[in-house]
T-cell receptor, first 114, second 115 residues
Framework: ETGVTQSPTHLIKTRGQQVTLRCSSQSGHNTVSWYQQALGQGPQFIFQYYREEENGRGNFPPRFSGLQFPNYSSELNVNALELDDSALYLC?????????????FGPGTRLLVL | AQSVTQLGSHVSVSEGALVLLRCNYSSSVPPYLFWYVQYPNQGLQLLLKYTSAATLVKGINGFEAEFKKSETSFHLTKPSAHMSDAAEYFCAVSPSGAGSYQLTFGKGTKLSVIP
């Protein structure tokens, strides 16, 4: 069974640029959530996708957007990058969007904005 | 709104000693509770979760946690620390009532194990 994978592992961008991060969910999982983890902090919920529809969003501005594809893989897009966007971005998949369901995390993409 | 407080950003224990990592939650209804572990440069791995069944939950690697509603706590323990337990630990809460499905995490506790 393949776990959650993310690409790229590291990325360096400059302020104002746009970035796309990718996530492949675990086999059999139809729900993907994205989290931002700033240095020294716990992960913060960005949004969740269930069967290609946004199923909940945290307190992030609209320049953070996402997609989920028919194979349940997902993308996180961030426009107009700011220095504070530098963080580890974590993708997590689960078999369904039930609140007690375990979320399985990928290794993350570390984004540095200069 | 729900929140999680982890007391102590850094905890040091000797190898073989008891590990106790504290987590208190704030929620209008008893939530679902999770403990995750993060090793350096890795994602998060689930240790255990409470989903309103038994209040004492056993997880992987010898960890366990007890849900105490009266204290709004879900502390993580392990009887005997091992060097491989050195990592960062996150407590998280998910609402059990209506609402969006998301995990709210604490700020984490970094566990150091002294040989």
């Amino acid at each position: 069974e393949t776990g959650v994978t993310q690409s790229p592992t590291h990325l360096i961008k400059t302020r104002g640029q746009q970035v796309t991060l990718r996530c492949s969910s675990q086999s059999g999982h139809n729900t993907v959530s994205w989290y931002q983890q700033a240095l020294g902090q716990g992960p913060q919920f960005i949004f969740q996708y269930y069967r290609e529809e946004e199923n909940g969003r945290g307190n992030f501005p609209p320049r953070f957007s996402g997609l989920q594809f028919p194979n349940y893989s997902s993308e996180l897009n961030v426009n107009a990058l700011e220095l504070d966007d530098s963080a580890l971005y974590l993708c997590a998949s689960s078999p369904n969007p039930q609140q007690q369901e375990t979320q399985y995390f990928g290794p993350g993409t570390r984004l540095l904005v200069l | 709104a729900q929140s999680v407080t982890q007391l102590g950003s850094h905890v040091s224990v000797s190898e073989g000693a008891l590990v106790l990592l504290r987590c208190n939650y704030s929620s209008s209804v008893p939530p679902y509770l999770f403990w995750y572990v993060q090793y350096p440069n890795q994602g998060l791995q689930l240790l255990l979760k409470y989903t309103s069944a038994a209040t004492l939950v056993k997880g992987i690697n010898g960890f366990e946690a007890e849900f105490k509603k009266s204290e709004t706590s879900f502390h993580l323990t392990k009887p005997s620390a091992h060097m491989s337990d050195a990592a960062e630990y996150f407590c998280a809460v998910s609402p059990s009532g209506a609402g969006s499905y998301q995990l709210t995490f604490g700020k984490g506790t970094k566990l150091s194990v002294i040989p």
